[in-house]
């Protein structure tokens, strides 16, 4: 999805927790009467605690609605479930998802075919929710039917079958990791 924190209202009774610090006068807005208005938030705001955990069970709930998802979810905070690890030895059949804030992932362990794959059909399936409910896309985002892609920090080398983590997160604990000399020191 595209502008997905600007997609989801908020429930009108949540209006008065997410006001502005600012007031304005009717006639500020041509209005005929001096009452006082305050601006509040409508959508999920970007900075509010909350605003992740309400934006990925608003994505899932899309996702539910149009399908029944059988695929098993792969969840950021949770550790890669045994059958996920089985299957990639195995090289058996397996669907799975995932979904973090805008971003929607389907994949499964297969065999290379040229038919539609049980993980495309249900990204069509996304989409059509997405299309259904208003939700804006983001065409560049859209990605169907790689092979190799990388999630969350994780690499995925379909074509050779390899896991594993991402070369941005190799760099990163390598950078965190190497001794650091300074000036002086040399």
Same mark, same amino acid.
């Given at each position: ?66 399908? &029944?998802?059988? +695929?098993? !979810? =792969? ?9 996920? @690890?089985? /299957?990639?030895?195995? *090289? ?53 039917? &790689?092979?190799? +892609?990388? !999630? =969350? ?9 390899? @896991?594993? /983590?991402?070369?941005? *997160? ?17």
């Amino acid at each position: 999805m595209a502008s997905a924190f600007y997609l989801f209202r908020l429930p009108r009774c949540w209006v008065k927790f997410l006001a502005f610090n600012a007031k304005f006068k009717g006639s500020t807005f041509g209005q005929d009467n001096d009452d006082v208005y305050v601006p509040a938030c409508r959508v999920l705001p970007m900075g509010w605690s909350s605003s992740v955990g309400l934006m990925q069970m608003a994505s899932r709930e899309l996702f539910r609605r149009k399908t &029944a998802m059988s +695929a098993q !979810e =792969l969840r950021r905070q949770t550790l890669a479930p045994p059958w996920f @690890v089985d /299957s990639l030895l195995r *090289s058996e059949s397996e669907q799975f998802w995932q979904v973090y804030l805008n971003n929607f992932m389907a994949g499964e362990v297969c065999k290379k075919t040229s038919a539609p794959t049980a993980s495309q059909v249900l990204h069509e399936e996304v989409v059509e929710s997405w299309n259904e409910h208003g939700a804006l896309r983001a065409e560049e985002k859209h990605i169907l039917a &790689a092979t190799d +892609a990388v !999630e =969350l920090g994780i690499n995925i080398q379909g074509d050779v079958g390899l @896991v594993g /983590s991402s070369e941005a *997160s190799q760099a990163a604990v390598c950078h965190a990791s190497a001794p650091w000399s300074t000036a002086s020191e040399s």
